[in-house]
């Protein structure tokens, strides 16, 4: 997991970054209920009607802009270089329990959470996200399996572990996204404990910090 | 933890019940952004324009809907007669990733989902969330102390392990809801165990089983 989410260089590249800027700006701005073309088009420096030129409704560019997004992410949450599995873990839960709700990543995230809501009664939104959640749950695995073989974690089933993980990940940012008064810190924390005593072996620490 | 959660009753008592009952039924129906009093009107026995009369907006049905759900649920949370501590948690984890999700449930936990995207960007609507997360936290608190006060749980510290077993209930129902190939099975043992290694004293089971 990276210590922090950029899903836009400070200058687009091409037309294509522009308009998915303007409409992550427009939908952060307005929220998917009060979302139009129009107000995209309000956040982008080109004609707006080169927008309905390329665009029928606000869903097209919303399917965009999700698949755009989650490119972003996944290509940032690469294996950490000379990091042990074990270090990945601890790295990935501080992230999804603190520095994910750090200012502009706070939009991304309420993005996504956004767009997740409509995969109640959208299915290709929900398939987009099976997509997105199949995938973090594969680098859970990746992780765990490494440390399995490197002797830092017990023989642990991967899958499960995973499944685990990713469900306290996107349960904290759920309830951090739509309440006052989560104690990401006590989540935290208890993650922590899950891993050592479900996942480190006797020697794993040792090994880990080799 | 109940069993099974009923929001309504077959034969509605009055005609707020009833209001609330046609409120459900179309969001159930048409989602959050596709609703209006006119489309609640259409799942209304009587007249529409006594919608009209009472609400100005959507929001002020959906958020008098939000409170009827949230106030039937809390009241068929309590705690179960007879049963231990160890019981009562085993139970919440069965159904948080089992039975909320049968059917006339899985219903109703659409619903919360789609209002509580709306916290998003409506503080009303974060403050009723706030207020029902806070509920659930304490209702786990109680539970783990209660176990903590008759030796069956190790001496916790019940809020952060309230937080914990919250956070993972809240996962498990936006993934489940919003995604397919979520593995309930493999997050339920993972909780059980979690509760086993963390919550559950050398002599718990024992105890449990008196």
Redesign the interface.
């Known amino acids: 997991m990276p210590s922090e989410l950029r899903i836009f260089a400070d200058e687009p590249g091409d037309t294509r970054e522009e308009i998915m800027q303007a409409t992550y700006r427009a939908l952060s701005e307005h929220?998917?209920?009060d979302l139009s073309i129009q107000r995209i088009g309000e956040e982008f420096e080109k004609s707006t009607s080169l927008l309905y030129h390329h665009y029928d409704t606000k869903d097209e560019l919303l399917m965009e802009l999700l698949q755009f997004v989650l490119d972003r992410i996944e290509a940032q949450v690469p294996l950490r270089e000379g990091a042990t599995a074990y270090e990945q873990l601890r790295f990935s839960i501080e992230f999804v329990t603190g520095g994910l709700f750090a200012e502009d990543q706070a939009r991304v995230v309420?993005t996504l959470?956004?767009l997740?809501?409509q995969?109640?009664?959208d299915p290709a939104?929900?398939e987009r996200?099976?997509e997105y959640?199949?995938f973090l749950h594969d680098w859970f695995v990746e992780v765990i399996t490494t440390g399995i073989d490197s002797g830092v974690f017990h023989d642990v089933?991967p899958?499960?572990?995973a499944?685990?993980l990713?469900?306290?990940?996107?349960?904290?940012a759920?309830?951090h996204?739509?309440?006052?008064?989560?104690?990401l810190e006590?989540?935290r924390?208890?993650?922590k404990?899950?891993v050592d005593?479900?996942l480190l072996a006797e020697d794993g620490e040792e090994i880990a910090s080799v």
């Open positions: 929220g998917y209920t309420a959470m956004e997740r809501s995969a109640l009664h939104y929900r996200f099976t959640d199949q089933d899958d499960a572990t499944e685990f990713l469900t306290i990940s996107e349960g904290t759920s309830r996204m739509t309440t006052d008064g989560i104690d006590a989540i924390r208890e993650a404990r899950y005593s479900h």
